[in-house]
């Protein structure tokens, strides 16, 4: 069981907007850790898609956008596009377990 | 262009051991702190262990603590996982990234390929 936990799935039409949560605990992302995203296409190693909560590496577009408020974090697609269909993993510390966490992941479906 | 290629992997016995390479090039791989991450089939990401830049810092997952050894050697741009006691929970897809981040809490900004551990009698 993971200790940060997402959707299994969420799922909307092309252009749509779809947002994916990310919920922790005060010994993670509650603790002040940051949360980064990243985005694993079927087959294919895992990529930063947002790092530091809300920053975006070079050649992410700027439909991606995450957030953070107390315990949680979430990850915005909005404009959803076919190549959006992959695997989204969230990311943060945990002070108690003394590691680094990933989220349960979650899988995004366009319709 | 950053570059990291897993090696190693390969169908293994229980108790048995294993030793996972990553090879670096495209950056100054002495100045970063490196980690090892796993899938199993079908699952989700679990972190293993990282080691700092200069390897003088290593911290492991409890889940391997005492069977799994993270090194490096900056000279040859080359980030390790030595594994024992080998057991059919660590079969998985093993992929080396590099760590940033501030306040010395990572996150992963380049990944390897990976490499699939089966472990199996």
């Known amino acids: 069981q993971s200790v940060l936990t997402q959707p299994p799935s969420v799922s909307g039409a092309p252009g749509q907007r779809v947002t994916i949560s990310c919920t922790g605990s005060?010994?993670?992302?509650?603790?002040?850790?940051?949360v980064h995203w990243y985005q694993q296409l079927p087959g294919t190693a895992p990529k930063l898609l947002i790092y530091?909560?809300?920053n975006r590496p070079s050649g992410v577009p700027d439909r991606f956008s995450g957030s953070k408020s107390g315990t949680s974090a979430s990850l915005a697609i909005t404009g959803l596009q076919a190549e959006d269909e992959a695997d989204y993993y969230c990311?943060?510390?945990?002070?108690?377990?003394?590691?680094?966490?990933f989220g349960s992941g979650t899988k995004v479906t366009v319709l | 262009q950053v570059q990291l290629v897993d090696s190693g992997g390969g169908v293994v016995q229980p108790g048995r051991s294993l030793r996972l390479s990553c090879a670096a090039s495209?950056?100054?791989?002495?100045?970063?702190?490196m980690h090892w991450v796993r899938q199993a089939p079908g699952k989700g990401l679990e972190w293993v262990a990282v080691?700092?830049?200069?390897?003088?810092?290593?911290f492991h997952a409890d889940s391997v603590k005492g069977r799994f050894t993270i090194s490096r050697d900056n000279s040859k741009n080359t980030l390790y996982l030595q594994m024992s006691s080998l057991s059919a929970e660590d079969t998985a897809v093993y992929l080396c990234?590099?760590?940033?981040?501030?306040?010395?809490?990572?996150?992963?900004?380049?990944w390897g390929q990976g490499t699939l551990v089966t472990v199996s009698s």
């Open positions: 990234a590099r760590g940033r981040g501030r306040d010395g809490y990572h996150f992963f900004d380049f």
């Open positions: 495209g950056f100054t791989f002495s100045s970063y702190a």
């Open positions: 080691i700092s830049y200069d390897g003088s810092k290593k």
């Open positions: 530091e909560n809300i």
């Open positions: 005060s010994s993670n992302i509650g603790a002040g850790y940051d």
């Open positions: 990311q943060s510390y945990d002070t108690s377990l003394s590691s680094y966490v």
